[in-house]
């Protein structure tokens, strides 16, 4: 959760700074998906276990679709190749981790091995 959060704000210190016209289309889509994220992401925390693998692949499917919307206002050169590249990093962290979550559910017998 914390990475997500970490991911929003890093998208809300560069929303101020895309254009007006942007701003309001793109950029608040984007923004929404963040949202959406965040929220998914508190549901998956608290979902029983059964549910919990459902709930972390619509995280990483959002995550794929966030990466896909902030390439194009890249490719709009709506953002700077230094605000892409922090956003991007971030979604990276974020994808690794909502993959280990997946397969540490996946996988319980290598979380609690013997030596």
């Not at 549910?51 to 919307?69: R, S, V, Y």
């Not at 390439?71 to 994808?95: C, M, N, R, Y």
């Amino acid at each position: 959760m914390q990475r997500i959060k970490e991911g929003y704000l890093v998208w809300m210190s560069i929303v101020p700074h895309i254009q007006k016209g942007a701003r309001y289309t793109i950029g608040t889509r984007i923004e929404n998906k963040f949202l959406d994220l965040l929220e998914l992401g508190y549901v998956a925390y608290f979902t029983s276990r059964m549910h919990k693998t459902e709930k972390i692949n619509e995280c990483i499917f959002l995550t794929d679709i966030l990466k896909f919307f902030i390439s194009i206002a890249w490719e709009g050169k709506l953002l700077s190749h230094t605000q892409f590249e922090e956003v991007v990093l971030k979604l990276d962290e974020i994808g690794k981790m909502l993959g280990g979550w997946r397969n540490g559910l996946n996988n319980p017998e290598k979380k609690n091995r013997t030596l």
